[in-house]
Every structure is written in structure tokens, then in C-alpha cells.
């Protein structure tokens, strides 16, 4: 049972375009939501987060917006840049971020020079 | 960076043998975890620490045992290693109960042959 679902296992930009990485969760008790990201043979690194209080946390290049009615999360990265390459994972966690992390699978995104 | 080290960074085993992983940070954080990656899974929980001696499962926690006698250290250990533990490990910290914004290790990889 999948709580937290990135239906794209991979994704692919031009260099200085929009990159949008999407994500949804199935648990309503979720109430703060990250992204990771994570180079090979490296650990994740902290992103952004997010909780339920906002729709939107901006960043720099890097925006996260929540739809809580669909259950549904969107990290944007403008503009994607060669360094952006790398597997992007969502997790959420409940009781604003007091409970354990629950990750997806991760969305692999190359940015085309 | 993180103080977060693991160790060791590659590893092949042996169907029934007993493994150790270590995880040693340098941040005093109180909370530490073991998390292992496969493909399909994102990164999954095994176990986690919230202070010296202080230990409790994760989702995934069959097969596996740890054990945190200081602050710095955070053992995994597989008991009886089985082809199904093949995997990479990672170890995180943080200052958070949820594991948010952890810090994590640059991972172990474990092949159980």
C-alpha cells in the first residue's frame, strides 16, 4: 500500500525550462511534505518542505506547491539547470513532522543541455 | 556537511551470515534511522533511534536489529543474512522526532549472496 505515489518514474527538460515533478498521497493524516534529492552513490539531500498550513514555499529556483484537496504535491524547479539532474523523492510525515517519514519512489530527471 | 559516516561502503555476504553496518555522526543529533533503498520501494524505515539505548521499528524492521550504546553510533545489524537484504542502506540524522530534514549518509551497499 502505496501512501505516497510519484507516477513518474522519470522526467526529462531542456536546459532553462520549467522542470515540474508531481506527487500525491493518499493518507489525509499527512500533514508535512518534503523533497529530497539524490545523486548516485551519494545519500538524499534536503530540499524543501511544506506544510499543510500553506500552499505554496518558495526557495531560490525551487517551489513547492500543495493541493491538500487533491492530494496533491508539485515541486518546480525553474530554470533547470545540468546540476538538476538527479532522482527526486516525496515524503510525507503526520503530526507536522513529529511522525515517521513516508517516502515515494522517486522521479528520475535529466535536464538536456 | 553533516558529520554522518557509514561504514563499510560496499559489501557481499554470505546467505546466513551475520552482518554489521555502522553509522557514526559527529553532530550530536538525538534521533537517528536506518532506511534501506530498493527499486520500487523509494526508501523504506528499518529502525530508528531516539536516544542512547533508545530504540524502536521502523515499517521494515524483520530480520534486522539495532543498537545505539552512544550517541555517535547507531548499529544495524543483520542477524542471518538472506538474499531479500540485498540493498542499499542508509543511515540519517536529525534534530527532528519525524526524521525531517535529516541528514544522511553517502549509504552502504549490501549484496547477500
Known amino acids: 500500500d502505496q501512501q505516497v505515489k510519484q507516477n513518474s518514474p522519470s522526467l526529462s527538460v531542456q536546459e532553462g525550462r520549467i522542470s515540474i515533478l508531481n506527487c500525491d498521497y493518499t493518507?489525509?493524516?499527512?500533514?508535512?511534505f518534503l523533497w529530497y534529492k539524490k545523486y548516485p552513490a551519494e545519500g538524499p539531500t534536503f530540499l524543501i518542505s511544506?506544510?499543510?498550513?500553506?500552499d505554496k514555499n518558495e526557495d531560490g529556483r525551487f517551489t513547492v506547491f500543495l493541493n491538500k484537496s487533491a492530494k496533491h504535491l508539485s515541486l518546480h524547479i525553474v530554470p533547470s539547470q545540468p546540476g538538476d539532474s538527479a532522482v527526486y523523492f516525496c515524503?510525507?510525515?503526520?503530526?507536522?513532522?513529529?511522525?515517521?517519514?513516508?517516502f515515494g519512489t522517486g522521479t528520475r530527471l535529466t535536464i538536456i543541455p | 556537511d553533516a558529520g554522518i559516516t557509514q561504514s563499510p561502503r560496499h559489501k557481499v555476504t554470505e546467505t546466513g551470515t551475520p552482518v554489521t553496518l555502522r553509522c557514526h555522526q559527529t553532530?550530536?543529533?538525538?534521533?537517528m534511522y536506518w532506511y534501506r533503498q530498493d527499486p520500487g520501494h523509494g526508501l523504506r524505515l528499518i529502525h530508528y533511534?531516539?536516544?542512547?539505548?533508545?530504540?524502536d521499528k521502523g515499517e521494515v524492521s524483520d530480520g534486522y536489529s539495532v543498537s545505539r550504546s552512544k550517541t555517535e553510533d547507531f548499529l544495524l545489524t543483520l542477524e542471518s543474512a538472506t538474499s531479500s537484504q540485498t540493498s542499499v542502506y542508509f543511515c540519517?540524522?536529525?534534530?527532528?522526532?519525524?526524521?525531517?530534514?535529516?541528514?544522511f549518509g553517502q549509504g552502504t551497499r549490501l549484496t547477500v549472496v
Open positions: 540519517a540524522i536529525s534534530d527532528y522526532s519525524g526524521g525531517t530534514e535529516a541528514f
Open positions: 493518507n489525509s493524516m499527512f500533514d508535512y
Open positions: 511544506i506544510s499543510s498550513i500553506k
Open positions: 515524503a510525507a510525515s503526520a503530526n507536522f513532522g513529529n511522525e515517521k517519514l513516508t
Open positions: 553532530e550530536n543529533h538525538r534521533y
Open positions: 533511534s531516539y536516544g542512547v539505548k533508545d530504540t
